[in-house]
């Protein structure tokens, strides 16, 4: 059975920068797409970047594009999210996940993804 694990979230203040970390094992996650969704307050859960298995390609939400980067360490069966000039509105908890498909490419449903992780709280202050 499949774990994710992330950590790294905290609170930080805008114009700030965070990295994400997500955690695997259990399966080999190094031949499944990647992704990280977030959830704010009151607000259902969105897309905001997604991984190929081999890191050859990305996928992003455009509020994130150009300020949030994606990336894989297969050798460490670990995904990371770098954030940078946060906003206050990027304030969400940020789960990682995993595709059901190997070999596919990064796609931005929540519903495909096989794997959840417990979610690590991101805040940002104005």
């Known amino acids: 059975q499949g774990q994710l694990v992330e950590s790294g979230g905290g609170l930080v203040q805008a114009g700030g920068s965070l990295r994400l970390s997500c955690a695997a094992s259990?399966?080999?996650?190094?031949?499944?797409?990647m992704a990280w969704f977030r959830q704010a307050p009151g607000k259902g859960r969105e897309f905001a970047a997604a991984?190929?298995?081999?890191?050859?390609?990305?996928n992003y939400a455009d509020s994130v594009k150009g300020r949030f980067t994606i990336s894989r360490d297969n050798a460490k069966n670990t995904v990371y999210l770098q954030m940078s000039s946060l906003k206050p509105e990027d304030t969400a908890v940020y789960y990682c996940?995993?595709?059901?498909?190997?070999?596919?490419?990064?796609?931005?449903?929540?519903?495909?993804?096989?794997?959840w992780g417990q979610g690590t709280q991101v805040t940002v202050s104005s």
């Open positions: 996940a995993a595709d059901r498909r190997p070999f596919s490419q990064p796609r931005t449903i929540g519903t495909i993804y096989e794997y």
């Open positions: 259990g399966r080999t996650f190094s031949i499944y797409p």
């Open positions: 991984i190929s298995w081999n890191g050859g390609s990305t």
